[in-house]
């Protein structure tokens, strides 16, 4: 199921022949080109790639000189096709990907082709892990519980994704139940070095998550992209790119006793965010690179959308050999892996020659001491000595209500869900030590039994969760010693937290039964819930009933700590303000002590059994025990066998009713795929582009506004359009499930675009996803996607205004396409996130930027104008990108505010994809050309 690669032209006699174990491999080598052998890793790979798919047109001559004459002090000017290898999805981002390909075959039908013409042409993964929420946890009926109730709601999907398996050449499917995709990813699909029917040539990956990257810790070259662009690549499109500047992160020293994998990304994370990264490559190298293990790698690797960089990548050597061996690779892939990378000089040696790099960083890895972030971005870190101060000083931008009490109140006994387990209370509260804060503490009856009290700073929500840190053995044994340890001195997680153990693949959960792990984790509180991102993606599920009701009733601060990678505002849980990256033992660590307002160094856990308090430090696991508990439990038999038979599935999986035929049977009544709407009257040839006239403001939007913000996530909310929706269609309450389980769905999405409940639009007072309607009298308050579709309906264009770094976060395709179905024309940013800057274009909404230095606030502009764009016709005209636009805002007393916005369309590929209305378009317009 490998790619057929098509013939280089081989300007530089570059193909050559290597012998590995008695085979014979053709590939593409390096040192034919003069230049190649000095670049940074990174770099060998891309300028291979270009060797290798020399066509004379898309890829030239100058191309492969430009890569190979490389000026590190450069700006990016040069843009250059890189075609991935394969492509990687998950089923949140993966399912409007499959929807739109068999949208396409239809399209395709309609316009004179054969569906048959749409398949992938590159290898398509998809592993499904974005689905299961946590409904039921702390019990050992808990896995079972979420898997069923999955399958109940996602039904639809899923034979969906069964018909796509069957119907799509070159797609295959890990079902759900498997494990996260980037863990699956490093453990199974990774190839590191293909063997292409006898042609060698470097694994290169995107995928439709921006933590695609994980895999850059395996020396693969590879990042997270749009599923727009995700389905063009599948479909045999080259990624337009400028060649980037890449920054050089050398690492010396030893990482200390007692600091984790987590401190370190956390502290990586930091710096980097703070040197500004975004759209360079990030390359480590240096000594203290081989101190660090692969699943370490893997983890920094991942993090590389949080601090901003394309990619966060480690060159190949003894430890990628080892880890490649230990997850149950064959002796001939991993033979091949070594002798490529040695010939073509992407190998790390010890004291190895420094490439040259645009910018440098060092980090010495012994000068790292634990740390969280929060509380609500990944780069801000935050000492663990200094967490309890720093979350007093943040507490009053959480707690704006003004009605603290002295005194406890009590609320009122409400029942909770019967397959919820928590301990009963026995008069615990985290409202002990609240002197010299905001305190508003509620008494609550637990349904197991006694009562506690809540307060803000409670931690809600404790959740092991996330490939960034399940992958990580050394984490997750020690999170399972720690819980022995404190199991032991009679301390467990606090009724009141929801605890959560979501584990990236079943590898975890065979060593935890292997080392009788798991007696010491549910001794304490955290059972089995699921194999997926879970909170992580938002899919926390719901608080006890109890515990919600009394949030909200008194609106508490409460707070969550997850050791995942992203704590934006709103993500983890509706009911929680303030949420907490860390290492799986601090996980543990904080629903022992039940709150954020703790010093671990000065508070005591609890006490043991003989009334002695019992501090973190008491029962945190040494390194030696460790190290020692791990290689006695894992083994390279126990990938072998998990990964055996990875795409079968469960029985539910292979019982599912798939639909026959080579284009979809669309059911009409479902709430979960429908038809995709971008094909809908699609001429054969592209209309001129045109000026935009008469536009007003939907959002008016202030800085670090994310994906999160944008694209739908998270739980749909009751009353807002998306619910009412799903009301109209007879879908109960109970059954919204998640947005992301409905990305198949255009109507639901596009109603949950821009409705975060925490953004802030303003051109209201309100938070969340409200606008004002310049269409009724008065402009009054509504949703945005009501007052869209009123603005939609007189035929008024739409656009955004924005502040720095818009659209930072997950590469979530829904940002830019429920954009596009608002009917917004254009954003105008003072600064774009990569990914979202390009889904925009693929979707055919013009990505501008403010002059530098100014802002819609520096202008003057509050959102209440109308707005006209002119020399956007200069796209009509051949190749041109335009390098201005020229704005004119016009305020109602007739006062105009003029600038010349950037056009931030930066190739002619992208220019290519705007002028046919979307890079969907332009590829089925090719598809039915050729």
């Known amino acids: 199921m490998e790619l057929t690669v098509a013939e280089s032209k081989n300007s530089f006699n570059a193909k050559k022949t290597l012998e590995v174990g008695g085979k014979s491999y053709d590939y593409f080598a390096l040192d034919a080109v003069d230049g190649m052998k000095k670049l940074p890793y990174s770099l060998k790979v891309l300028g291979e790639n270009l060797l290798r798919t020399e066509d004379g047109k898309n890829v030239t001559e100058d191309h492969i000189k430009a890569i190979a004459n490389w000026d590190p002090s450069a700006e990016p000017s040069i843009e250059i096709q890189f075609t991935p290898a394969r492509v990687l999805m998950q089923d949140f981002t993966g399912v409007p990907c499959v929807v739109d390909l068999a949208t396409m075959r239809e399209a395709v039908s309609d316009l004179g082709g054969s569906p048959d013409q749409v398949n992938p042409l590159n290898p398509a993964e998809m592993v499904i892990d974005h689905s299961v929420i946590i409904e039921a946890f702390g019990s050992t009926a808990a896995l079972d519980k979420n898997v069923e109730i ?17 119907n799509f050449s070159n797609f295959r499917v890990v079902p759900p139940g498997t494990g996260i995709v980037h863990q699956v990813n490093i453990e199974y699909l990774s190839r590191v070095v293909f063997d292409n029917e006898g042609l060698a040539y470097p694994d290169t990956c995107i995928g439709t998550d921006s933590h695609t990257t994980m895999e850059n810790g395996l020396g693969i070259l590879g990042w997270g992209v749009g599923g727009i662009e995700a389905e063009a690549a599948m479909l045999g499109q080259p990624v337009s790119m400028l060649i980037p500047r890449v920054v050089g992160f050398k690492l010396t020293g030893e990482i200390p006793v007692g600091v984790t994998a987590t401190d370190v990304v956390l502290t990586i994370t930091e710096m980097l965010r703070e040197h500004g990264v975004v759209q360079k490559f990030v390359e480590f190298y240096g000594n203290g690179v081989k101190q660090i293990p692969l699943a370490n790698r893997a983890t920094i690797g991942n993090m590389s959308p949080e601090f901003g960089s394309t990619c966060a990548i480690f060159p190949i050597d003894e430890e990628t050999i080892n880890y490649l061996h230990l997850t149950g690779r064959s002796q ?34 012994s000068t790292v001491v634990p740390s969280i972030a929060g509380p609500k971005r990944p780069q801000d870190r935050i000492l663990l000595a200094d967490a309890k101060e720093t979350f007093r000083k943040q507490l009053p931008d959480y707690n704006t209500a003004g009605n603290e009490t002295s005194e406890p109140v009590r609320a009122e006994k409400t029942e909770s869900v019967d397959y919820n387990q928590s301990w009963p209370g026995n008069g615990e509260t985290a409202a002990a030590g609240a002197e010299g804060r905001a305190s508003k503490p509620v008494i609550v009856e637990s349904p197991q ?49 929801k605890t959560i153990m979501a584990p990236g693949s079943q590898v975890v959960d065979g060593y935890y039964e292997r080392g009788d792990l798991w007696k010491d984790l549910e001794a304490v509180g955290f059972y089995l819930t699921g194999f997926g991102c879970a909170s992580c993606i938002g899919n926390s599920g719901p608080l006890p009933n109890e515990v919600s009701e009394a949030i909200n009733e008194y ?36 629903s022992i002590a039940g709150t954020m307002d703790f010093d671990f160094d000065a508070q005591p856990l609890g006490q043991d059994a003989d009334g002695n308090d019992v501090f ?11 190290e020692s508990t791990i290689s006695g439990i894992i083994s390279r038999e126990m990938y072998e066998a998990d990964y055996a038979d990875v795409f079968k599935g469960d029985e539910q999986w292979q019982n599912l009713d798939i639909p026959k035929g080579k284009t979809f049977d669309w059911n009409e009544d479902s709430t979960y795929i429908r038809k995709a709407p971008y094909f809908d009257g699609m001429p054969e040839e592209p209309e001129a582009v045109e000026d935009i006239t008469g536009a007003r403001v939907l959002a008016k939007l202030g800085d670090s506004v994310t994906t999160d913000h944008i694209s739908p996530a998270s739980s749909i909310k009751p009353g807002t359009p998306a619910a009412n929706y799903l009301d109209e269609h007879g879908v109960a309450r109970h059954d919204y499930n998640s947005f992301g389980s409905r990305r198949g769905n255009h109507e639901v999405m596009v109603r949950g675009t821009f409705a975060n409940i925490r953004l802030r639009n303003e051109l209201v007072d309100e938070q969340g996803g409200y606008t004002r309607d310049f269409t009724q009298e008065g402009a009054p308050q509504a949703y945005i996607y009501d007052a869209a579709m009123n603005y939609a309906e007189k035929n008024i264009p739409l656009v955004v205004i924005a502040g720095k770094e818009y659209g930072t976060g997950s590469s979530r395709d829904w940002a830019a396409k429920g954009t596009n179905l608002l009917g917004v024309k254009a954003v105008i940013a003072e600064s774009f996130e990569r990914i979202h800057r390009s889904n925009l274009i693929g979707m055919g909404v013009l990505p501008l930027q403010f002059p530098e230095g100014e802002s819609h ?32 805002a016009t305020k109602d007393g007739g006062e105009e505010v003029e600038f010349d916005a950037v056009v931030r369309v930066d190739t002619p590929g992208e220019a290519e994809y705007f002028r046919h209305g979307g890079i969907l378009q332009y590829v089925l317009r090719q598809m039915v050309k050729n």
């Open 857 to 888: 606030g520096s202008l003057g502009l509050d959102g209440t104008e109308t707005f006209e764009l002119t020399g956007i016709t200069a796209f009509n005209e051949g190749d041109t990108i335009p390098k201005t636009v020229h704005v004119v």
């Open 616 to 626: 973190l430090k008491d029962v945190w696991p040494s390194t030696e025990e460790i």
């Open 555 to 590: 609106d508490l601060t409460a707070t969550a700590v997850l050791s995942g990678n992203r704590n934006f505002e709103g993500r983890i849980s509706p009911d929680v303000k303030m949420n907490y990256l860390a290492s799986p033992l601090l996980v543990i660590a904080y």
């Open 332 to 365: 001939e892939d991993i033979d091949r892996v070594e002798a490529y990378a040695k010939a073509q000089g992407m190998w790390l040696e010890q004291d190895a020659e420094e490439a040259e790099y645009s910018e440098y960083l060092e980090l010495d890895l």
């Open 449 to 497: 039994g006694g009562e506690y009290t809540l307060d803000h700073g409670m931690v809600a929500i404790a959740a092991i969760t996330s490939c960034t840190n399940t992958s990580n053995p050394s984490v997750m044994v020690g999170a399972a010693l720690l819980a022995r340890k404190a199991a032991e001195k009679g301390l467990h997680a606090k009724p009141w937290v």
């Open 150 to 166: 999955e399958y109940q709601r996602n039904e639809e999907r899923y034979q969906f994704l069964r018909w796509g398996a069957e």
